[in-house]
C-alpha cells in the first residue's frame, strides 16, 4: 500500500485464527491502522489480498466486507452523538437488513422480524457491556470510557466474525483497562469470534493476546507468542525499549 512515493505497508503477511486474539503493535507510523483500513475496505490496496475464510476482499466495496463478518472501533470514537446509545447500536446493525426499500415503506412481516431481532441483540449487548443504565442517553453526555464501550457494542450489533479494536484502551485511566481486557476476553468467548487489537498500552496486549504481531515502517518485524515477541531483538529495538512500555 502506497501513498505517494511513501510505503505504508510492505510484503506483509500473517494469519488470525478462529477465536485467536492477535495483537498488532508497532511506532506510530508503522502501519497499524493502515492494515485496518485497507482489510476493512476503507483503503483499495493495488497489490497483494486479504482472504476471510476463503474470500478475498481486494476490491470488495465497505458494506459487503461488513456483511462478511468484520466489524470495528476507530481511534477516535465515531458514533452519532446527537442519538441515543440504544440508537447508536441499532445503526450497528442496518446492514444486516435484507428487506427492500417498499417493504420497509409499508412495514412488512420481515421488516418486523428483523426490528425485533434487532432489539434483542442490543438488549444483550447493553447487558454485556454494562451499558442498561444508559441506554436512553445521548452519546455526547457520557464519559469518553462509556463511549468506548457503546462503540464497542456497536460494533458488535453486525455479529462479526473478526472484530477490529483500533487503540480500545486510548484515553482510559489504568482501571479502565484492566476492566477492559477482561470484556475482550469475555466478547472473545461469548461471541467466539476472532479480534485483532491495535494498541499502545503493552501490558494489555500482551495479557489479552494469543499472539502478537510486530510492525516497523510498513514491515512485519516480528510474529509469534507474547513471549516470543517481547524478546525478539528487533522488537525491543523498535518499540518496546529495554523495559518495555507500560
Known amino acids: 500500500m502506497r501513498f ?21 503493535i508497532g511506532p506510530n507510523g508503522s502501519g497499524k491502522t493502515t492494515l485496518f483500513n485497507c482489510i476493512s475496505g476503507f483503503y483499495r490496496f493495488p497489490r497483494g489480498d486479504i482472504v476471510l475464510d476463503g474470500v478475498s476482499l481486494a476490491g470488495m466495496p465497505r458494506h459487503r466486507i461488513a456483511g462478511l463478518g ?25 446492514h444486516l437488513g435484507r428487506t427492500g426499500f417498499i417493504a420497509n415503506a409499508l412495514r412488512a412481516g420481515g421488516v418486523r422480524t428483523e426490528a425485533r431481532t434487532a432489539a434483542e441483540r442490543c438488549g444483550e449487548l447493553l447487558a454485556l457491556l454494562d451499558l442498561n443504565e444508559v441506554a436512553g442517553t445521548v452519546v455526547a453526555a457520557l464519559p469518553f470510557g462509556t463511549q468506548k464501550r457503546v462503540e464497542l457494542a456497536r460494533a458488535l450489533m453486525g455479529g462479526p466474525r473478526l472484530l477490529l479494536l483500533d487503540e480500545p484502551a486510548g484515553g482510559l485511566n489504568h482501571e479502565e483497562v484492566a476492566a477492559l481486557g477482561e470484556l475482550i476476553r469475555r466478547i472473545r468467548a461469548h461471541f467466539a469470534l476472532s479480534v485483532l487489537l491495535v494498541e499502545h498500552h503493552m501490558n494489555l496486549v500482551m495479557s489479552v493476546s494469543d499472539k502478537v504481531v510486530a510492525l516497523e515502517f510498513g514491515r512485519k518485524i516480528a510474529d509469534g507468542t507474547p513471549a516470543e515477541v517481547r524478546a525478539e531483538p528487533e522488537v525491543i529495538r523498535a518499540y518496546l525499549g529495554d523495559g518495555g512500555n507500560d
Open 4 to 24: 505517494g512515493g511513501i510505503v505504508a505497508l510492505d510484503d506483509i503477511s500473517f494469519d488470525v485464527g478462529h477465536r485467536e486474539i492477535c495483537g498488532l
Open 70 to 94: 468484520i466489524g470495528r472501533t476507530f481511534q477516535n470514537v465515531a458514533l452519532f452523538r446527537s442519538m441515543s446509545v440504544r440508537d447508536n447500536l441499532l445503526v450497528g446493525a442496518h
